[in-house]
């Protein structure tokens, strides 16, 4: 995992900023789950990967150019998977999110990957909602159309084989 995320890492300097291979390494490699989680993000179809975001963390994005295959097909939430009557997915968004160990793009964390490249020209992801628009039963979700990133909304209940979700580790 650690040769694959440091070629990943040398490939593509424009995420990475000011920020070295060594000092990732070395942040990843103190404890904790971190190449746990990134061998799930991996396994799921994200392809990891460092984000220099400019308030000194160490962030892994997937970077998968469409939304990872592994995970499509999934409503927003737990409630809505269980307030789904008929066609159920076989899991919820935070739920795998959770599995996986990865948080939810943020809207804002979602167009900072764009700056960087182009994602999601034939999929969408979902991105974190907030409380209020969730407790009304929507879900926001964005994609990159005619050059133009865009956010929408949706039923949380809902799902489509060409949605899925892109998480984000923290170290």
């Known amino acids: 995992m650690l040769t694959l995320l440091k070629r ?3 490939e593509n300097p424009g995420r990475h900023g000011g920020l070295s291979w060594q000092g990732v390494e070395k942040r990843m490699l103190k404890g904790g789950d971190v190449l746990t989680v990134l ?3 991996e396994e799921t179809g994200g392809e990891p990967d460092v984000m220099d975001l400019g308030d000194g963390t160490i ?3 997937d970077c998968a150019k469409e939304s990872p295959e592994g995970r499509r097909s999934l409503c927003y939430d737990r409630t809505a998977l269980e307030g789904r009557k008929a066609n159920k997915p076989a899991n919820s968004v935070l739920d795998m999110a959770a599995e996986i160990g990865v948080e939810l793009l943020t809207e804002e964390l979602y167009r900072k ?3 960087r490249g182009e994602f999601d020209l ?3 992801s979902w991105i974190l909602t907030p409380e209020g628009i969730r407790k009304k039963g929507g879900a926001l979700f964005c994609d990159r159309r005619y050059g133009q990133v865009f956010t929408y909304h949706n039923g949380a209940e809902s799902y489509y084989a060409s ?3 892109r998480g984000c580790l923290r170290l």
């Open 8 to 10: 990943r890492f040398e």
């Open 39 to 41: 061998t799930r993000m």
């Open 59 to 61: 962030t892994f994005v």
């Open 113 to 115: 990957l764009q700056e």
């Open 122 to 124: 034939k999929t969408s």
């Open 163 to 165: 949605r899925g979700f």
